[in-house]
């Protein structure tokens, strides 16, 4: 999810929005991203494939900020069974500082858009977040307010609502041009234990001058082993979402 990275520049750009040069900076932004996996919450979204993705976003002077992104994914299909391989996102919320503390409140539906069959729960979620950041470190708290959560059902009920990610974000710049990243998080998922889990990351990126290239690593200690039927092998080609992943991608702002 993009979202987070559109939040983090707009925090930065606030103190040249109350400049005399306000009115030549646009409140407009896109962005276009190429990658070997996507990756979300430490679970590969495209079975280890590639994914090409993008979105707008339009920011105000104010904090308040609405956009949309969207990518392909490869898991919808063969689990929640809606005929679809993509993923659209939409999320509005509000941005800005506190002294040295930034912050930011919001939502964010995740859309997948098909023909859903009767009887299977819907991928189609909904979440309400807050975060804080100090310096290089970001605390954010997502929490579902959908019935479903990314299509699981409970073990003793049939909704999810309720349930949260807890995640813990770093970013710093080793050196001109050089970023290196580092996360840690927990997706705990109502009335489905075995379904929950911990995740983590790290990451280093280049700004190339036309993008920015980079090269990350995810892993997590949730179940995906397809010869015990654990719930994070996916598809019908039997996948372990959840293994670990070394990916690469590249971006462009714009």
Known sequence: MRKSLIVTALIAALPLMSTAHAEEESPFSGNFSLTTNYVFRGISQTQSNPAVQGGVDYAHSSGFYVGTWASNV????????????MEWDFYFGYAGEAGPISYDVGAI??????????????????EVYV???????????????????????????????NSNYLELNAEYEIMAGWTASAHIGHQYIKHNSKASYSDWGLGVSKDIGIGTVALNYADSDANGDCSKGEPYCFGSSGKDAAGSHFYVSFSKDF
Do not use: M, Q
């Open 74 to 85: 490869g898991w919808v299909d063969d689990i929640a069974k809606t005929r679809n391989n």
């Open 109 to 126: 539906r995740y859309f997948y858009p098909g023909n859903s069959i009767s009887g299977v729960a819907t991928p189609d979620t909904t």
């Open 131 to 161: 975060s804080a950041g100090w310096e290089f470190l970001t605390l954010k708290y997502s929490h579902s307010v959908s019935k479903y959560l990314f299509g699981w059902t409970g073990l003793d009920t049939d909704s999810t609502r």
